[in-house]
């Protein structure tokens, strides 16, 4: 870049490109603004100057120093401690007779690892900008979450791990003092764990406008009625809240009808059905529930943020949601990079190593690659909810949410193959990291969604209408 300062550059994109700005997001119209607010009031130098460090900062995606020995002791923590006890955990599993609930043997693992985890300060790292003043910055908090992203109990002895995280912050942005003592506090104390409640099985919940579940106000309480399915952890005895999307009034405009309200999982009108399975497996005890409200009453003060504010909450908490799942991703894509490296140099066909047979060498090539570039823009990504927050930051999370699944599983899949037979059984964790990343196109908003939203902002460049009835 030299020493070119930004609205420079934009205005030699914009000669090059008739009068089309750069970037297809509030970033873009953010530093556009500033700089021509200070050539209209004569102070252009120090608009100019605000908008370059502002991008300077944007591309700076360097770990913070103070975060470094952190990074270090998550990595040596993984090696150390969760991997040689990862076997023995899933081992244990269901030894006990209950499908949904951890095995003592589970319990006492998992509660070793988390109190070895909490006493060495690496605990809920994933919280920015907390009150609590735990967390880190996101940009930080992404290197560790693609470590965690290697194994599938790392992120819990961490107290990280979905859908708790966006949970947790959906309570410490938008809960009661209350709220946060009864719910948000034991979550992160990793006493119980939480759900989030949207997906309904009759229509198409990718539009969120269209969520069905009733609530109304009767006195001091709040009555639930609807059916939600695929909720995630519910099946867990450790679950206690779920925050959940309803619609409180339907003659609201469409973004203003719904509401979020925290409905205790003990509740006696919340009732499960059963767990949905993902290619065939329950996931216990974590499970995708099936469940149905019948007049569950919570009181009035469980609604977050107040009534018909859901849609601005779920702007608050699917960002950081998503953006977690991609970090962990990428961290996904390299371990099974890594595997199929080792089988590809280990073993023998036709007279050379697997690795060097047909095109195997440039299926390695473009994983790398890929990975390197999936990496950079979660990145980008995380920096820019730390620099402009979560709601200006959203487009570069679509971005990442479109990308990022899709081609981690490409990833996975190809070294599945790698392996042969072996590859979708037991003795590697690949057929489990698939179907994790396959499901992750859907949950969370498909593929679609998110090209829908990064492709419209695209062409809101060219017309600032486009899309908008
Ligand atoms: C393993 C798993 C865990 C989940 N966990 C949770 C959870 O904890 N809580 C929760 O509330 N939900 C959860 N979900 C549900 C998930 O978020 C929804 O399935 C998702 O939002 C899509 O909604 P839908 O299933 O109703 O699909 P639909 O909305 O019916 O969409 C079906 C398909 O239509 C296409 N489509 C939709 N919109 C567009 C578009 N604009 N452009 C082009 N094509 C489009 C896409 O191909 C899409 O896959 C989970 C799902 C899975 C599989």
Request: net charge negative.
């Amino acid at each position: 870049m030299g020493s070119e300062c930004y609205q420079n550059r934009l205005d030699r994109e914009h000669r090059a490109r008739g009068s089309l700005g750069p970037l297809p997001c509030r970033e873009g119209e953010l530093l556009q603004s500033l700089a021509f607010i200070g050539r209209h009031i004569g102070e252009g130098n120090m608009a100019e100057a605000v908008a370059a460090d502002l991008d300077a900062d944007l591309n700076n995606l360097v770990m913070s120093e103070e975060v470094e020995p952190l990074y270090a002791a998550v990595k040596k923590f993984i090696a150390e401690d969760v991997e040689p006890n990862t076997p023995a955990y899933f081992d244990a599993a269901f030894e006990h007779g209950d499908r949904w609930s951890l095995s003592p043997r589970q319990e006492d693992i998992l509660a070793g690892l988390k109190d070895k985890a909490k006493a060495n300060g690496l605990w809920n790292f994933f919280l920015p900008d907390a009150e609590t003043g735990e967390g880190l910055k996101n940009l930080d908090y992404a290197y560790i979450a693609a470590e965690l992203g290697k194994n599938p109990i790392a992120s819990e002895c961490l107290n990280c791990s979905a859908p708790d995280t966006g949970n947790m912050e959906v309570l410490e942005r938008y809960g009661t003092p209350e709220q946060k003592e009864k719910w948000l506090k034991p979550l992160l104390e990793g006493e119980i764990r939480s759900a989030y409640a949207m997906t309904e099985p009759n229509l198409a919940s990718s539009d969120a406008k269209q969520i069905a579940t009733q609530a109304r106000l009767d006195g001091d309480e709040w009555v639930l009625n609807g059916e939600k399915f695929y909720i995630s952890g519910a099946g867990d005895k450790r679950c206690k809240i779920m925050i959940t999307m309803v619609q409180t009034n339907p003659a609201a405009p469409p973004h203003r009808q719904q509401s979020q309200i925290l409905v205790p999982t003990d509740n006696p009108g919340v009732q499960i059905i059963e767990p949905m399975t993902v290619f065939g497996r329950d996931d216990a005890p974590h499970g995708h529930m099936h469940l149905k409200f019948n007049d569950a009453r919570v009181p009035k003060e469980n609604i977050l943020l107040g009534e018909g504010r859901g849609f601005e909450i779920s702007q608050g908490r699917l960002g950081p949601g998503r953006i977690h799942h991609c970090m962990r991703s990428v961290g996904q894509a390299e371990r099974a990079l890594d595997l199929m490296v080792r089988r590809g140099m280990s073993r023998e066909a036709f007279g050379k190593p697997l690795v060097q047979l047909g095109k195997n060498l440039e299926l390695v090539s473009r994983a790398r690659i890929e990975i390197e570039a999936m990496r950079l823009m979660v990145l980008k990504a995380a920096k820019a909810m730390d620099v402009l927050g979560n709601r200006e930051a959203r487009i570069w999370v679509h971005m990442c949410k479109a990308m990022i699944p899709e081609r981690t599983c490409q990833i996975i899949d190809q070294a599945i193959q790698m392996h042969g037979a072996a590859g979708v059984s037991q003795w590697t964790p690949l057929a489990g990291m698939y179907t994790g990343q396959r499901t992750l196109r859907i949950a969370d908003g498909p593929d679609e969604v998110h090209h829908l939203v990064v492709g419209r902002a695209e062409l809101r460049r060219y017309d600032e209408n486009f899309g908008r009835s």
